[in-house]
């Protein structure tokens, strides 16, 4: 009777073989990818790395071009920019039916206003109408260094009211810091000394007493530091400067040969160059 009831158990055995094997075919069979669906899986794989790589060179190019933007250009842009936003203004205040210039005015004071205008005929005295040399750039920096200067009148005025015996307060402001006494007359020598100190000459023996305070040394300092960063940054060379003789005398006149060469040069090319060579009719 065992025998005969292992058997069965033996014949069953070979079944379950077979539908496991079955499985794992079918596991396998599913695992696998079909050609499509590796060429498809393949054409997406491509994709980004097309993408990426646009990216990638796109921002070279951006970190590219912002390296080589310079100082000079960068003023040039933010100059652009301003003359669009002004010519935008102005086309939207025409379609509104209204005066660019008197509402631009509003914007400034009256102190503004007569600062500018003294600013401009200021610049108009000063512009390049005669040869330029050595003389007259020191001059033009002269000029510009008294615009600069801000002398301390109230010293002066102190000074001065030392110098010629007069009593505090008379030329300026008398502020006394202790008790209510009122202003006194400087003596005859403290005068003579006020005078001497003041208005000295050839034969005055005094030298060397004279002390800046501290603003006016900051105010040196400062002015120093602002010719020398000036200085640093600044190119006798300009971009619009064509290499080639030099045919002009100043900025003005520069600037009308190029207008006059702008028209002219083609009809007069060929004449100048027969009077270079010599060979001029």
């Known amino acids: 009777m065992s025998?005969?009831?292992?058997?069965?158990?033996?014949?069953?055995?070979?079944?379950?073989?077979?539908e496991d094997t079955e499985k794992e075919a079918e596991t396998e069979s599913s695992g696998k990818l079909t050609m499509e669906e590796r060429q498809k899986k393949m054409a997406e794989l491509r994709?980004?790395?097309?993408?990426?790589?646009?990216?990638?060179?796109?921002?070279?190019i951006e970190?590219?071009?912002?390296?080589?933007v310079s100082a000079r250009d960068t003023v040039r842009l933010e100059r652009q920019r301003k003359l669009a936003e002004t010519l935008r203004q102005k086309a939207e205040a025409e379609e509104r039916g209204e005066d660019v210039s008197r509402d631009k005015n509003w914007e400034w004071t009256i102190e503004q206003n007569d600062e500018w205008e003294r600013k401009q005929a200021r610049k108009r005295r000063r512009a390049q109408f005669e040869f330029n040399d050595d003389a007259d750039a020191a001059r033009r920096k002269y000029k510009k260094d008294l615009d600069y200067l801000k002398p301390d009148l109230h010293a002066y005025n102190q000074q001065k009211e030392?110098?010629?015996?007069?009593a505090p307060g008379t030329l300026t402001s008398f502020n006394p810091k202790h008790g209510e006494a009122g202003p006194s007359l400087p003596s005859d020598l403290q005068a003579q000394l006020a005078h001497d100190n003041l208005y000295r000459d050839a034969n005055t023996l005094m030298y060397g007493d004279s002390k800046p305070s501290e603003e006016a040394i900051d105010r040196l300092v400062a002015k120093l530091n602002k010719d020398a960063d000036k200085k640093s940054k600044f190119s006798r060379k300009r971009a619009n400067e064509?290499?080639?003789?030099?045919?002009?005398?100043?900025?003005?006149?520069?600037?009308?040969?190029?207008?006059?060469?702008?028209?002219?040069d083609k009809y007069t090319t060929e004449l100048r160059a027969n009077f270079e060579r010599g060979t001029a009719l």
Do not use: C, W
């Not at 970190?63 to 080589?68: F, G, H, L, M």
């Open 3 to 18: 025998s005969r009831e292992e058997s069965p158990v033996n014949e069953e055995q070979p079944m379950e073989d077979v």
């Open 47 to 60: 994709k980004k790395l097309a993408a990426s790589s646009k990216a990638n060179r796109t921002s070279m």
């Open 63 to 68: 970190e590219s071009a912002k390296a080589r």
């Open 162 to 166: 030392m110098a010629l015996g007069l």
């Open 242 to 264: 064509d290499e080639g003789d030099i045919t002009y005398i100043n900025e003005h006149n520069r600037v009308f040969n190029k207008k006059i060469a702008r028209y002219y």
